[in-house]
């Protein structure tokens, strides 16, 4: 995951204040950072220092922007531009340090700062968006664009700076500009209420289990967790729930099939019930309100106008990239369905599977072929170990070097920062990594900044990148252990920050992992194609006590496992990209029933028998409530993506230095100072192609 926590990416000085400032110099956050390389001081500051800093932080921009919209003088790229970029830089910094520990060290008061600080931050945001008279100044410098000599960097800088303001609505006339403040601000309801039904409805369903025998087949893990949220709750027996971890090992495990279709039904049909936590009327105005601001925006489709600023650029693209993958993995999803099913009868199931059967079965098929648990597993992944081997392998391909440094300020004593260098011993980028779950931490994995990488009158700021992680913690007697998921995790969230490290842009709003978000994800998943390839995870995989290097069957079992029913897989995902890609490129209102539009939407990723009384987008949070509307496309996108650019690895050696070379000059250090398809392009040779993911998944 790559998390973003501001939605307006422009963008600096070390320091947070410049010196013309009032010091007040009982607040860390307010001076000059006298740190080893400026890293924050996190040794000196404490909760309350953070409002008063954003306040002032705020004030002084508010005050920079009355100046530069006021000014007399004959608007520039410079004065303009560049000045508008630079704006930022210190909230940027300040926000990065704050959200960070707001989701790695959190408390009730930091949350408490959290609510009072958004909305500041939205209406200072908004002040520079909706300015017309910044609007004027930026559009006069973009209107002579073409007699400025500008280089490809601030080209960019320029075109993203005036779209930025359009596609917010700085071009409408007064009438549209009052239809358009409208439109977003019922959108952003109507998310809120989608998520608020959606939240109400998961939380209000429990599975209450007196009967021992209801239980069969479940792991000691899931009943034990089960037999603890009914303690919470003061209940006899066994509660199950519909959150994921409940849900999931349910629906994998338990023996009972009417129990698991009675859950089931009412996980999918959430917010479907013609009832006050209803989803469907909210869709509807959802979409419709969609294609109206879109419309206003003068694009043909609510995509149309998402796609604009995506690598995919066009629904077309869109639509065709999904057709296409349904066409290879189709066959192979009903070839698998097949499988499943004749496992199941062999097994005494004498009925046609329905989608409550469908985890149950293919886990015990699953076991049978491939036979090994993530405990057999996890003696081979010792953290420790596989950090060394992660580093090492950074430095095989990129000659890239790690040294702890003990001297730099940490928020918390479990985590470590290491100095990264170059080939040639330049100092590249601090990295710090966080690696056990803490009450205070959010679940997952991510990667962010407490700064960014820019240049500024010739001098390279180097960026200081933190990584989150939530590894088992090792105790007296057991090193942290990893699962080979974790092992593939670590690899993803440390290629984002490779993006990062390996940054070289002028703009700190162009550089790292600033890109377009269906390109974001290409540094981060390549990496884990290693976890794919023995040679490397030979290396990983030694034993703790035994020092001995994992098996070969078993190794050879982990890699197959990996395919199994992937068309299925894949088809699922395509199916809910199908969906989303139909609600958002309708060119008129929509009236008709949810279900019927979904069911239209969906049937050609489908294989089960639609189940009446069911409704999917009902509860699709990622288009309705996150932000993935004309976006969800970019998981496969982006699979694609990693594996064509693996592909050339594979062809030319995966430790071969002068693909990683290239990768790292043409696109990890270029951020979205270009177009990622240019860049792309001049890495791989061609566009992606989709045969190596196929080829991947064992589709063929
Ligand atoms: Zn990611």
Redesign the pocket.
Known sequence: ??TIYTNLMLTVSLLLFSCSDKLNTDNPLMIEFDTPLQSVPFNKINTSHYKPAFEALLRSAGEELQHLTGSGEKATFSNTIEALEYLNYPIQRLSSVFFNINSAATSKEIQQIAQEISPMLTEYYNDITLNDLLFKRVKEVYDHRNNLQLNREQQRLLEDTYKSFVRNGANLTEQDKDEFRKVTGLLSKLSLQFEEHLLDETNSYQLHILNEKDLSGLPEYVTEAARMEAKAKNLEGWLFTLKAPSYQAFMKFADNRNLRKDIFMAYSSRCFHSDDKDNQEVIRQIVNLRLRMANLLGYKSYADYVLEERMAETPETVNDFLHNLLEYSKPSALKEYQEVQEYASRNGAEFKLQKWDWAYYSEKLKNEKFSFTDEMIKPYFRLENVEKSIFDLANKLYGIKFTEDQSIPVYHPEVKVYRVFDDDGSFLALLYIDYFPRESKQGGAWMTNYLEQYIMKGDDVRPHISLVLNFTKPTETMPSLLTYDEVRTFL?EFG?SLHSIFSKCTYMSQSGTNVYRDFV?LP?QIMENWAEQKEWLNEVAIHYETGEQMPAVLLENILKSRNFNSGYAFIRQLGFGLNDMAWHTITDTVNKSVSEFEMTAMEPAEIFPVVPGTSFSTGFHHIFGGGYAAGYYGYKWAEVLDADAFSLFLEKGIFDKETALSFRENILSKGSTEKPMALYKRFRGHEPTVEPLIERSGLR
Request: glycine content about 0%.
């Open positions: 995951m790559k993803h984002h994800e981060s």
